[in-house]
């Protein structure tokens, strides 16, 4: 047919053209990863400015107002270890935490309404990223503690599900939390969260560079034992289990390994926060 051929040249040229934006975008995602790798001249840059405003400000009012975004410098590591120390205190304290997780402001605000979209409700997505912030910076008790919390919020509900947000309301012994009417459930920032903090507990760092993963699992009550099989990592697929609840010991140990599977072996050291710490391969174990 006469049109049969001018089809033809013109999905070519879509596709010629959608390949070259292709290899545009990954050059371009590449260059900005390169960019965006921090020294440590720069992170004391970021710690200096972050210093010098809070500095500016009054820290009783700031306080008063507080909401769970220092959380997310805690992720990005930009905050002094004193700083640090002060917002992990914050964080975890009655005015943030309603015992579901960390409201995003704090119950002395003026405006503060434990329904409101932003001003006070719980947000799972957003208590992942304090959780994990939490224990990079050194604090595994305080991330055990709202990683479980906003974990056991999703086991509350009917559905076992992390909505996107639920009220900022506090805790009552034998009910599921408050729901925020116009939460989207179920939603991927909120699903997304559960991995994220179970992540958190286990201490998983994996370092691709060397093919090394690490796991430092942190003391909770959620489980006596867990066990994680087919973890993609390194080319191959990794099975571990963690065992132990409060006040016994917990350890990593091998299981399963099948064709192109590894396990972590029980080579154990001092972990993150204190716990023991399993390294894969083994030859790693001890190495910083």
């Not at 371009?28 to 809070?54: F, K």
């Not at 690490?214 to 390194?234: C, N, Y």
């Amino acid at each position: 047919m006469s049109f049969g051929r001018p089809l033809c040249a013109r999905s070519r040229a879509t596709c010629i053209a959608r390949s070259k934006h292709s290899r545009a975008n990954a050059q371009s995602w590449r260059s900005e990863r390169r960019s965006s790798r921090a020294t440590s001249t720069e992170i004391s840059g970021c710690r200096a400015r972050v210093s010098s405003r809070r500095r500016s400000t009054d820290v009783n009012s700031a306080w008063k107002r507080s909401p769970s975004n220092p959380g997310h410098c805690l992720w990005s590591q930009i905050l002094s270890p004193a700083r640090a120390h002060a917002v992990a205190e914050r964080l975890v304290s009655p005015e943030l935490f309603s015992g579901w997780g960390i409201r995003t402001l704090s119950t002395r605000a003026i405006n503060y309404d434990p329904r409101s979209y932003h001003n006070g409700s719980v947000w799972p997505h957003d208590n992942a990223i304090a959780a994990a912030g939490l224990r990079f910076s050194g604090f595994p008790a305080e991330a055990e503690v709202v990683a479980r919390a906003t974990l056991e919020s999703g086991m509350a509900y009917a559905d076992r599900r992390l909505p996107e947000l639920f009220s900022g309301a506090e805790r009552v012994l034998g009910k599921a939390p408050e729901d925020y009417e116009a939460s989207c459930r179920p939603q991927n920032w909120g699903a997304a969260s559960a991995f994220q903090m179970i992540h958190t507990l286990l201490g998983l760092e994996a370092d691709a560079t060397r093919g090394v993963l690490k796991i430092a699992p942190v003391e909770t009550g959620l489980w006596r034992r867990i066990e994680v099989s087919g973890l993609h990592f390194g080319g191959h697929r990794l099975d571990f289990s963690v065992d132990g609840g409060r006040g016994q010991g917990r350890r990593g140990a091998a299981r399963r390994p099948g064709r192109n599977r590894r396990s972590l072996n029980g080579r154990l050291g001092k972990g993150c926060g204190g716990g023991p710490e399993a390294t894969w391969p083994p030859e790693y174990a001890g190495r910083n």
